[in-house]
């Protein structure tokens, strides 16, 4: 068997590194973007080990491999699967091809497969990728740094990969800040995109909820307890400094316009309204007035638009204020008690959470406009406070499905629902956006 692979593999580095000379380091033609459609079913696609030039490669080739293989995994939008017996062929001149006929064959619509060689100071990942139905190369690229890195080499590419896919801006790169009991006092943790790398950010040693993220990742508002009434909070990551809002009364239930402007609920003027507040925690405007409690705000993309939950009728329902105009109008009707939206990156859509006559709560999609509401999750007790993936394509969410509250992560159309953690205690109030 060994003597068989040798030549074998020879032929496929042979023809990798000439791939990897002929294509330009992006493919910028259109019609390679967005092959997965909103609604359709996955990509298959053959990932093939890079290979490895040298014998220490050897084992970041494996590792690589297996990171790549779980990233993608994870989005929800690929079928891995195996290649063919004959996934290459003699081409022109004895040259190595792709046997795109035999990929085809089995269903395969993109190939990616590449080398890996250097020493521990630099590592150098050659990848590359085929759309097979049409046999043309879509991405050719080399990522380098040190052994040390490899994960987040593997990472790079699939982040290239599904963004040259789907249009949509990936997962890889970002991280999720939620709120634990595991020490047994309610703070504030965060984690990569995967559930993995898992830090305590606050330790107050007594309640700290709502986390949300700054669109760039940079800070994080939350709504903390130590003085024995709500405040926010808004942290700089980079140096843990905190900001207070100077109001009195409580100060809850943060979401962030932009990355310098975060809106809160306030009632140091009686009523609890919703302000937006600067990073330093000074006071920028009032942006609701109605009687009745308004909270929860969240932004459309270009932050003109604020959805946000009002009981100015009875029951707590989602509005939308339009910030140029001053207009509000209502966006559920179907419901009783509707509350948590979350704005899509794309603008398009809301998520929140809605309790049913039976006393369930599930996860429901609208469009901006109300209409196309649309069910997430059903039969499962809690699912509430959903949190959409910077590029869209996912959501995280909290769910009571197991017993104790748990994140975990579907696509955008509520398929593939798993769980995103494996941490004791209780995980609640997902928040997800880039870390910088």
């Known amino acids: 068997m060994r003597l068989l692979m040798r030549p074998a593999a020879a032929f496929l580095l042979t023809f990798l590194l000439s791939l990897a000379f002929s294509l330009p380091a992006r493919a910028t033609d259109g019609e390679y973007i967005a092959i997965r459609k909103e609604g359709s079913g996955r990509i298959a696609l053959i990932v093939a080990p890079p290979l490895a030039e040298g014998g220490k490669a050897s084992s970041w080739s494996?590792?690589?491999?297996?990171?790549?293989?779980?990233?993608?995994?994870?989005?929800?939008?690929?079928?891995?699967?195996?290649?063919?017996?004959?996934l290459f062929e003699e081409g022109k001149g004895g040259k190595p091809a792709l046997n795109f006929g035999a990929l085809n064959s089995i269903g395969a619509e993109v190939f990616a497969g590449g080398t890996v060689s250097g020493d521990p100071d630099r590592v150098r990942l050659t990848m590359a990728a085929y759309e097979t139905f049409g046999a043309k190369p879509i991405l050719s690229k080399t990522y380098t740094g040190s052994s040390g890195d490899l994960r987040a080499?593997?990472?790079?590419?699939?982040?290239?990969?599904?963004?040259?896919?789907?249009?949509?801006?990936?997962?890889?790169?970002?991280?999720?800040?939620f709120v634990s009991n595991?020490?047994?006092?309610?703070?504030?943790?965060?984690?990569?995109?995967?559930?993995?790398?898992?830090?305590?950010?606050?330790?107050?040693?007594?309640?700290?909820?709502?986390?949300?993220?700054?669109?760039?990742?940079?800070?994080?508002?939350?709504?903390?307890?130590?003085s024995g009434r709500p405040a926010l909070k808004i942290m700089n990551l980079s140096d843990r400094r905190i900001a207070s809002v100077r109001q009195s009364g409580v100060s809850i239930d943060p979401g962030w316009r932009s990355n310098a402007e975060v809106a809160t609920t306030l009632s140091f003027q009686g009523d609890q309204e919703i302000y937006l507040v600067r990073t330093d925690g000074s006071l920028s405007r009032r942006v609701t007035s109605s009687r009745g409690i308004d909270l929860s705000p969240s932004f459309s993309p270009d932050g003109s638009r604020m959805a946000f939950v009002s009981a100015r009728y009875g029951n707590p329902q989602?509005?939308?204020?339009?910030?140029?105009?001053?207009?509000?109008?209502?966006l559920t009707y179907n419901g009783n008690y509707n509350t948590q939206p979350s704005w899509s990156p794309a603008g398009d859509k809301i998520?929140?959470?809605?309790?049913?006559?039976?006393?369930?709560?599930?996860?429901f999609t609208i469009r901006a406009d109300g209409s196309g509401a649309t069910q997430l999750t059903s039969g499962d007790r809690e699912n509430e406070s959903p949190s959409w993936s910077p590029g869209g394509d996912m959501i995280v969410f909290t769910s009571s499905r197991q017993g104790q509250k748990k994140l975990y992560v579907m696509n955008a159309n509520g398929e593939h629902q798993r769980r995103l953690l494996q941490m004791s205690g209780e995980?609640?109030?997902?928040?997800?956006?880039f870390v910088r």
């Open 62 to 86: 494996g590792e690589i491999d297996r990171e790549i293989r779980r990233a993608l995994d994870f989005t929800g939008l690929f079928n891995m699967i195996p290649p063919p017996m004959n």
């Open 153 to 177: 080499l593997a990472h790079a590419f699939c982040a290239d990969l599904v963004q040259l896919l789907t249009g949509h801006r990936s997962v890889f790169g970002s991280s999720i800040v």
């Open 182 to 226: 595991q020490s047994g006092f309610k703070e504030i943790y965060s984690c990569a995109f995967d559930g993995s790398n898992v830090r305590q950010l606050t330790r107050s040693r007594s309640i700290s909820l709502t986390p949300a993220l700054s669109p760039d990742g940079t800070s994080l508002a939350f709504t903390d307890y130590t």
């Open 318 to 330: 989602i509005f939308i204020l339009d910030l140029i105009s001053g207009q509000t109008r209502r």
């Open 351 to 363: 998520a929140y959470s809605s309790m049913e006559k039976n006393g369930e709560i599930n996860i």
């Open 427 to 433: 995980q609640m109030q997902p928040s997800w956006s």
